[in-house]
C-alpha cells in the first residue's frame, strides 16, 4: 500500500532513503503519506545501495532530488556532496542531500541535531511556558553530551550553536578531548559523571548506544547521578522509554525521549524537500502507526 496512491508522472518528484540494511526504514511510510497529504507530487523510495557514488552516478537524472542517509553511508554521501553545510562538515557526515533545481549541485545537510535540539528546547520550553520568539532555552546551559560518535558529535555542535556550554564525556577518553576541542566544550570520561555535580539546571544528552535494545536494562549513568539535570534526552528510541529515561522521571526530570528527535528532523526534512510546511499531526500518526 505504500506507492498506490497516485500514478507516477513526468513531473514526480523522486525521494528516497540510502542505507544498508534499509527495509526497516519508516522513512517511506512516512514521506509518502505525507506527500500526498500536501497535494505534493513526489514519491519517496527505500533505496539499499552498496556503493553511493555508483548509485548517484546511475540515477543522476533530473527527477531524483532529494535523498535521506542512514548508516552506514553518511560519511559516504559527504562526500559525494558539490557543496556541504558548515555543521555538516564539521560533524563529518550528512543525513539528507538535495539537487539544487538551478544547477543539479549535489548539496549535502546535517538535520539529525537540528530534529534532537528542537525536541529538547520544546522540552524546556513546555515546561517554562516559554515564547519560541524569546530564542533558544538553551543560551548558557550547561549541556552535558555522553557519547562522542557519529550522533554525538551532531549534538555538540547543535548545542554549541545554540550557545549553550557543552561537556563532551565518552567512555573513550581522547574522543572526548577531540570533540570538546572542536565545539569549544570540556571533555570528560563518561565514568566520571557517576560522581559529576552539575549545576542545577543542567541537560543531560545520551548518545550512546547503552540502553539500546537487547541491553534495555544498562543506563550509561547511575541514578544517583541525575537528580542535578532539569531536562535528559535520551537519543536511544528503542525502547521508547530507557533505563536512563525512567530514572530521570523517578528523579523529577524533564524527558524528552529518541522518538521526538526523529520526528522534529522528519518535519525539517520534509519541509527542505517540498519547501511546503510539515504535515506535523500527519507524520506524528504514521510514525506512531509504524512503531
Ligand atoms: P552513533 O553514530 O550512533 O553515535 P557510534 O559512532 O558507533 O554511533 O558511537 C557510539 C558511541 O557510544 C560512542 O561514543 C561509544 O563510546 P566509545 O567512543 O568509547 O566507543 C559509545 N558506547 C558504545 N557502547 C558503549 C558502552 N557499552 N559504554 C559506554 N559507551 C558506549
Redesign the pocket.
Known amino acids: 500500500d505504500l506507492y498506490n496512491f497516485r500514478s507516477i508522472g513526468a513531473d514526480t518528484k523522486v525521494h528516497g532513503v540510502i542505507g544498508k540494511p534499509i527495509g526497516h526504514s519508516k522513512s517511506p511510510h512516512l514521506y509518502n503519506a505525507s506527500f500526498k497529504s500536501v497535494g505534493f507530487n513526489g514519491i519517496y523510495l527505500p533505496l539499499l545501495v552498496d556503493n553511493v557514488k555508483d548509485f548517484l552516478n546511475t540515477y543522476s537524472s533530473p527527477d531524483f532530488v532529494g535523498y535521506s542517509y542512514t548508516i552506514p553511508h553518511k560519511l559516504d554521501g559527504l562526500k559525494c556532496c558539490d557543496d556541504v553545510d558548515p555543521i555538516a562538515k564539521a560533524i563529518g557526515a550528512i543525513s539528507c542531500m538535495i539537487k539544487r533545481p538551478n544547477d543539479g549541485k549535489l548539496m549535502g545537510y546535517n538535520i539529525d541535531y537540528l530534529g534532537a535540539i528542537a525536541a529538547i528546547e520544546e522540552g524546556l520550553r513546555g515546561a517554562n511556558g516559554a515564547n519560541p520568539a524569546s530564542g533558544s532555552p538553551l543560551k548558557g546551559k550547561l549541556f552535558v553530551v555522553m557519547?562522542?560518535?557519529?550522533?554525538?558529535k551532531a549534538l555538540a555542535y547543535g548545542g554549541a550553536d545554540k550557545g549553550a556550554r557543552v561537556i563532551v564525556a565518552?567512555?573513550?577518553y581522547e574522543?572526548a578531548v577531540d570533540l570538546a576541542k572542536r565545539v569549544g566544550g570540556k571533555p570528560m570520561h563518561?565514568a566520571e559523571l557517576a560522581d559529576f555535580q552539575p549545576e542545577d539546571g543542567a541537560i543531560l544528552v545520551n548518545?550512546?548506544?547503552?540502553g539500546m535494545k537487547p541491553n534495555v536494562d544498562?543506563t550509561?549513568i547511575p541514578k544517583k547521578a541525575l537528580s542535578c539535570y532539569s531536562l535528559v534526552f535520551d537519543?536511544v528510541y528503542a525502547p521508547k522509554l530507557t533505563r536512563l529515561l525512567r530514572e530521570a522521571q523517578e528523579v523529577g526530570a524533564i524527558t524528552v525521549y529518541g522518538t521526538e528527535m526523529f520526528l522534529n528532523q522528519a518535519f525539517v526534512q520534509f519541509e527542505k524537500f517540498t519547501g511546503l510546511p510539515a504535515p506535523k499531526e500527519l507524520i506524528r500518526e504514521v510514525l506512531a502507526r509504524n512503531t
Do not use: D, E, H
Request: proline share 6%.
Open positions: 557519547g562522542a560518535g557519529g550522533a554525538g565518552n567512555r573513550t574522543k563518561l548518545t550512546t548506544s547503552v544498562q550509561p537519543a
